[in-house]
C-alpha cells in the first residue's frame, strides 16, 4: 500500500467515525454494522429527532384489559401509542371529551346582619361553586359529585364548545359522593361507561375536568396506582376507590377518569395532599369512585330520587400489622370493630366491640387487593341476611353470625 492509498484509507476511516459520532448526537442513529469492512455497512432507519422508531412504540390496548398490537378496540381509530414514555390521550379525548361538562352550582343565599337601614337583615349574593361532570345518555343526565351540587340554588351546565344550559337536580346521595343531574337540551355527546372491576392497577388512563373552575376540559394522564382503596375509617366515608397518580385539582371533581379508548372507569372525586399531623406532603394520590358504583346508585337515582344503602350498624378499622401489634391481635388480616352502633343490625347479630371480621359470605375482607367490607356489603339490598365469620373480643375461635341488613341513617 502506497503513502496516498493509507492517507486515503485513514481520512475515510475518520470521516465515517465522526458520521457516526454526530448522528448519534442527533439521537437518530438506530443500527451500525460495526464489523463491515470500512467500519460501516449499513444505517438501517433514522428515527426523526426528539421520537422511538415506531416498531418501538407500537402498544395498542383492548378494553381495559393487557396489551396487544392485534385486537380491535372499543372506540374507531384509536391512537394509543406510548411517546417517549408517555401514554397517547387524544383518542380519549377525542371520544370522551365533548360529554365532559362544567356544573355551576349557585349557592343558597344566606343572610348577615347588615349595616343597612336599622341593623335588619340584608341577604349576600349567592356565591358560585363550580365541579365537572360528564354526560351518559342522549336524554341529558349527567354523572357528577355531591359534593359538587351540595347546598344548590340553581345549577348550569357549561358544554364543552362554551355552551350554557340550565340543569336540574334529579338526586343525591351523600354517601356515595354521586349525584344525577339532567339538561333538557340537545347534548354534544355522551361517555360510555366501563366495567371498574376489570380496572388493572398500572393501566394508563386520562382525568378529564374543569381545573379550578377556569380551565376547563383539562386533561391529565397517568396510572391506575391501587385499587379497593379507603378514605377515612370505614363508617361515614367514601370507600373502595380507584387510585390514580394522574393529576386532580380543584374543580376536576365529578369529571370522569377514562381509559385510553375514552371509557369511563370512575368519577374524579379527591385528592390528598399532605398526611396530617406528619406534615408529609403527597403528590400524585387522586381517587376515584368506580364507574360500577357510580352507575349502580345513578340508576337508582333516576328511577326513583333517591337510594338507601344496606347497613351493618359498626365503625371499624383495616387490620395493619401496627394494628395488630398494638392491639395484640390473634390474626393479620380482616377488620377489627372499634364501635357498634345501638340499635344496630350488628348490635342485634351480638356483635361486640372488639371483634374482629374475617369473612363475609365466605370471602375474604381487609385484604390489600380484595373487596372491603363496604363493597360487599353493598351488593346486597336492605333486608338481605348475610354471614359474618367473627372472632369475638380476646377469642381465637371464629363463629359464623347472620346479620339482617338495615337501612342506612340519613347522614351515617
Do not use: C
Request: glycine share 12%.
Amino acid at each position: 500500500m502506497n503513502g496516498l492509498e493509507r492517507t486515503m484509507k485513514i481520512w475515510l476511516a475518520s470521516f465515517a467515525a465522526l458520521l457516526v459520532v454526530g448522528m448519534l448526537a442527533l439521537g437518530g442513529l438506530v443500527a451500525v454494522n460495526a464489523t463491515s469492512p470500512g467500519g460501516i455497512s449499513a444505517i438501517l432507519t433514522a428515527a426523526p429527532l426528539g421520537q422511538k422508531p415506531a416498531a418501538q412504540d407500537a402498544i395498542a390496548l383492548k378494553g381495559t384489559n393487557q396489551a396487544t398490537t392485534t385486537d380491535t378496540p372499543q372506540q374507531a381509530a384509536p391512537q394509543q401509542q406510548a411517546q417517549g414514555g408517555v401514554a397517547d390521550a387524544r383518542n380519549a379525548v377525542k371520544v370522551a371529551g365533548p360529554a365532559v361538562v362544567t356544573v355551576i352550582n349557585k349557592l343558597q343565599q344566606q343572610q348577615q346582619p347588615t349595616t343597612r337601614g336599622r341593623g335588619g337583615l340584608g341577604q349576600v349574593p349567592s356565591a358560585e361553586a363550580s365541579g365537572s361532570g360528564v354526560i351518559i345518555d342522549n336524554q341529558g343526565h349527567i354523572i357528577t359529585n355531591q359534593h359538587v351540587v351540595e347546598g344548590q340554588q340553581s345549577l348550569t351546565v357549561v358544554f364543552s364548545d362554551g355552551t350554557e344550559v340550565p340543569a336540574t337536580l334529579v338526586g343525591e346521595d351523600a354517601f356515595s359522593d354521586i349525584a344525577v343531574i339532567k339538561v333538557d337540551a340537545k347534548v354534544p355527546a355522551y361517555a360510555q361507561l366501563g366495567d371498574s372491576d376489570k380496572a388493572e392497577v398500572g393501566q394508563p388512563v386520562v382525568a378529564i375536568g374543569t381545573a379550578l373552575g377556569n380551565y376547563t376540559n383539562t386533561v391529565t394522564e397517568g396510572i391506575i396506582s391501587g385499587v379497593h382503596r379507603q378514605l377515612g375509617d370505614g363508617s361515614t366515608s367514601t370507600q373502595d376507590l380507584l387510585q390514580t397518580d394522574a393529576a386532580i385539582n380543584h374543580g376536576n371533581s365529578g369529571g370522569p377518569l377514562l381509559d385510553l379508548n375514552g371509557v369511563v372507569l370512575g368519577i374524579n372525586t379527591a385528592v390528598v395532599r399532605s398526611s396530617g399531623l406528619q406534615g408529609d406532603v403527597a403528590e400524585g394520590l387522586g381517587f376515584a369512585i368506580p364507574v360500577n358504583t357510580a352507575k349502580n346508585v345513578a340508576n337508582q337515582l333516576m328511577s326513583s330520587g333517591s337510594i338507601s344503602h344496606p347497613y351493618i350498624g359498626i365503625t371499624y378499622q383495616v387490620i395493619t400489622p401496627q394494628l395488630a401489634t398494638d392491639q395484640s391481635l390473634p390474626v393479620q388480616q380482616g377488620v377489627y370493630v372499634s364501635d357498634v352502633t345501638a340499635g344496630s343490625p350488628a348490635e342485634k347479630a351480638g356483635i361486640q366491640p372488639g371483634s374482629i371480621i374475617t369473612k363475609i359470605d365466605g370471602t375474604d375482607v381487609g385484604t390489600d387487593s380484595g373487596p372491603t367490607l363496604a363493597e360487599l356489603v353493598s351488593k346486597h339490598k336492605v333486608g338481605d341476611s348475610i354471614k359474618l365469620t367473627v372472632l369475638a373480643p380476646n377469642s381465637t375461635n371464629a363463629s359464623t353470625v347472620t346479620v339482617v341488613l338495615g337501612e342506612r341513617p340519613a347522614g351515617q
